[in-house]
């Protein structure tokens, strides 16, 4: 059946009428979603020193969108799988902040013995904690320097150094902190013997390091299985594909094809949960 030209004018005039209609019914709803989304992600930067303002993270999230959606569709031709490429980078901003905080916590935290040898070197001279702080920060590494920077900062201001460390436990929360925090916090008040405390936290720190190291080389061929537990099924199928062309059509057009690989993915799945969990052991 061959359309007329008035035809082919009412078709595009109606498409134009529904791409109006959804662009002006959901561009409003997108553009709020990810103008909070850009500022939730500034805001998360922001608590780690990391200054970024929201209109730049929201430039860079879409340029990653328009990037990841072009190269999807000029290899694969296909509009759907480009519109779920772009929605990826925009989806995953978030796992790149909480990476980035968590990296930065972990320098934090071993960088913390440092802090606490130093400090208790500037105590044992004879300067109260406030000036030792002050005389500690200059010798401190960038991460922690920019964290007890904070605290100072809140101790000039007119708080008390407990409810300083106390803030600064509730912004970091983690055990090791809380193992500087809490003791320092109890002796402060009381006048006790700080330089003790600072090194005993020091060494404590120390050896727990000590052990999470000891724990990482005992479970490193377990962390090695599961590399190779995830990427032994695609690869081996790859290989398979190249060898016979129809062996991954037969396994997904068929029943009993489908069946073996939902059996196979359940068994991947748990042993990959099995090895997190005997990873997941804490010191």
């Not at 780690?48 to 190269?71: D, H, R, T, Y």
């Not at 480009?82 to 972990?106: E, K, N």
């Not at 090695?224 to 790859?238: G, N, S």
Request: net charge positive.
């Amino acid at each position: 059946m061959v359309m007329t030209v008035v035809e082919y004018a009412l078709l595009a005039a109606g498409i134009s009428l529904l791409v109006w209609f959804f662009t002006r019914s959901f561009a409003p709803f997108l553009r709020s979603r990810l103008e909070a989304t850009a500022q939730k992600r500034a805001m998360d930067l922001r608590e780690e020193f990391f200054l970024l303002p929201p209109g730049k993270i929201l430039i860079a999230m879409l340029a990653a969108a328009l990037v990841c959606a072009s190269s999807v569709f000029a290899l694969a031709g296909n509009m759907a799988l480009a519109i779920v490429a772009g929605i990826g980078p925009i989806l995953s901003s978030g796992f790149a902040v909480r990476h980035y905080r968590m990296r930065r916590r972990r320098k934090v935290i071993s960088q913390l013995p440092g802090f606490l040898d130093s400090l208790s070197g500037q105590v044992k001279a004879g300067h109260s904690m406030q000036e030792a702080l002050s005389h500690t920060i200059p010798l401190l590494p960038l991460d922690i320097r920019m964290e007890i920077s904070w605290v100072f900062r809140l101790c000039r201001l007119g708080t008390p150094l407990s409810e300083a460390f106390l803030q600064w436990e509730e912004r970091m929360p983690c055990e090791e902190i809380s193992l500087v925090v809490r003791p320092l916090r109890v002796a402060l008040p009381s006048g006790s013997n700080l330089v003790e405390l600072l090194c005993r936290s020091r060494d404590i720190l120390r050896a727990r390091y000590r052990m999470q190291e000891k724990l990482r080389s005992m479970t490193a061929q377990a962390r090695l299985q599961a590399v190779v537990l995830t990427l032994l099924p695609p690869v081996f199928t790859a290989i398979l594909s190249k060898i016979d062309p129809e062996f991954l059509p037969r396994c997904t057009g068929t029943t009993q094809g489908r069946a073996i690989l939902a059996t196979a993915a359940f068994l991947q799945l748990l042993g990959w949960l099995t090895i997190r969990k005997i990873l997941s052991v804490k010191p």
